[in-house]
């Protein structure tokens, strides 16, 4: 699997975007770009993934630059629940099952 | 998406014990993925259990420390042998059923004492 690279902790304000940028500039052309996060204690939940494509769902938009080097996830409307780990993932899609290596992620504090 | 039952969902053990921790799916799924996080750490992958042959393990981790079972494509169990102190850690259990990539269990913290 290709290597992201993101920053390690954020800040936002409630009720403003969040823009989480990742770089995965070794990535390959059937890679996908998936996100997840993980609020205290639980397991990674699934936001949204891409080929190319921008994409978004009533989670989050998922920002894909034409080049895919790199991608920003945005949470348009930013709250409390929203605070916690986001990791940026490439690795191409094989149902049934590959394994993911998950990097360190970003601590995103949302903030009253 | 695939719902997975993971039990426990916490324990405390004693040094020197084993515990083992189950995951249940409700479809049939080719693998599942058994993962370790320590406090404050992200995510490391111990190993893939396939249905049917033996498990594929992580650099670091080895069989005779985690031995994973996979009796059929819906179940699987990781056992956590000779527990030390630095085994304290919360226990993932994952599938991928679809496009939408992973679904988690919601983890087993254990402890360690």
């Known amino acids: 699997d290709a290597k992201t690279t993101q920053p390690t902790s954020m800040d936002c304000a409630e009720g403003r975007a969040a823009n989480l940028p990742c770089n995965h500039s070794?990535?390959?052309?059937?890679?996908?770009v998936y996100w997840y996060r993980q609020i205290h204690s639980q397991g990674p939940q699934y936001i949204i993934h891409?080929?190319?494509n921008n994409e978004t769902n009533e989670m989050a938009s998922l920002i894909i630059t034409e080049d895919r080097k790199s991608s920003t996830l945005i949470l348009p409307h930013a709250t409390l629940r929203d605070t916690a780990v986001y990791y940026c993932?490439?690795?191409?899609?094989?149902?049934?099952?590959?394994?993911?290596?998950f990097g360190a992620g970003t601590r995103l504090f949302v903030k009253a | 998406s695939a719902v997975i039952s993971q039990k426990p969902s916490r324990d405390i053990c004693q040094r020197g014990t084993s515990l083992t921790i189950q995951c249940q799916v409700d479809?049939?799924?080719?693998?599942m993925f058994w993962y370790r996080q320590q406090p404050g750490q992200s995510l490391t992958l111990i190993a893939t259990?396939?249905?049917?042959?033996?498990?594929?393990?992580e650099s670091g981790f080895v069989i005779d420390k985690f031995p994973i079972s996979r009796p059929n494509l819906t179940f699987s169990t990781l056992t956590v042998s000779n527990m030390s102190p630095e085994d304290s850690s919360i226990y993932l259990c994952?599938?991928?059923?679809?496009?939408?990539?992973?679904?988690f269990g919601s983890g087993t913290r254990l402890t360690v004492v």
């Open positions: 994952s599938v991928e059923v679809s496009v939408y990539g992973y679904t």
């Open positions: 070794t990535i390959s052309g059937n890679e996908y």
């Open positions: 891409g080929l190319k």
């Open positions: 993932i490439v690795r191409a899609f094989n149902t049934g099952g590959f394994k993911t290596i």
């Open positions: 479809s049939q799924v080719t693998m």
């Open positions: 259990a396939n249905q049917g042959s033996e498990a594929t393990y």
